[in-house]
């Protein structure tokens, strides 16, 4: 009954990694490319969970949509966003407040880790932000969300939510999302520290490739990213117990179109000292282009500005009527 319809989004909490890149913009694309129906969003509520400098918050806003059209999304073919901008967001996120249950808010992996041991001195909305993430994917009737590994447990909560709404209301009203997590970088790891995914927040700079990162910069990390010493396996299975050569070869793997198993066939028995400025310099093909297009657009604010809210009008078309039926359905 639903129509195939995508969401994803992405939070302006500082720059944009490779991560972001091969997880989720780089595979949006393709999404938009295959004429899938897309809608894409820069998340800044999401992004307030934790204290944003507001005018840093402003220029992140700006420099994730930059990442989205530098990297191919095409403001006429996908709806691109940003979040507030759109007030049914936090509207049915208040009435998923009511439906998802406490009890599973506490399961979430997520803020267990971001929390850390001061679970207590958290934002309210860090805790519930998945029940707003659920309104996000549900106010489009999203029956697919592109994702990197990190993100499923939200997604099924997701489903969760829209399975007790229409059983609650006795309503066929929200489809059951899919998660997609597919690709050889769901799950892109930090260069120093294998046991954490690259992020946006993470610590040191050097743990993580940026979208805007500099040829020598991409080259440097890459050189000093941490490996064991033996050289590439001759099968993917030999990457088993490795958790940082997985991780190149996967970076390596995504940013070619490729798959892990024709890396490890294409390099079976190479060095570090020949696989890392291999990898650097495909990076540096893929990223400096969008790197050089993002600059060129974040020189004119203004531009993107009027894409958004563009781009918020035409969100607003199909969020508004879901709403409205959702407040209809409950009494509201
Ligand atoms: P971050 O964790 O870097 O702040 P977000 O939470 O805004 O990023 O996530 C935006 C998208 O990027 C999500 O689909 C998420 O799964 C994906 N993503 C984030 N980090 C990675 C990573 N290291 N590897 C693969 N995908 C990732
Ligand atoms: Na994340």
Redesign the pocket.
Known sequence: RFTPRVF???????G?????Y????KRFVETQNAGTDSVFCV?DL??ITVWQDPDELARATRE?AAGYLASGIDPERAILFNQSQVHEHAELGWIFNCVARVGWMNRMTQFKEKAGKNAEKQSLGLYAYPSLMAADILLYLATHV??????KQHVELTRDIAAKFNHDYGVDHFPLTEPVIEGP??????LRDGSR?????GESDMERINMTDDADTISKKFRKARTDPAPLPETLEGLAERPEARNLVGIYAALSDSTAEQVIADHAGAGWGAFKPALADLAVEKLAPIAAEMRRMMDDPAEIDRILARGADRAREIAAPVLTRTYEIVGL
């Open positions: 994803s989004g992405i939070k302006p909490s500082g944009l990694t490779l991560g972001n091969l997880g989720a913009i998340v999401h992004a994730v592109p994702v990197g590994e990190d993100q970088a769901t799950r892109v790891m930090n995914k690259m992020s946006k927040s």
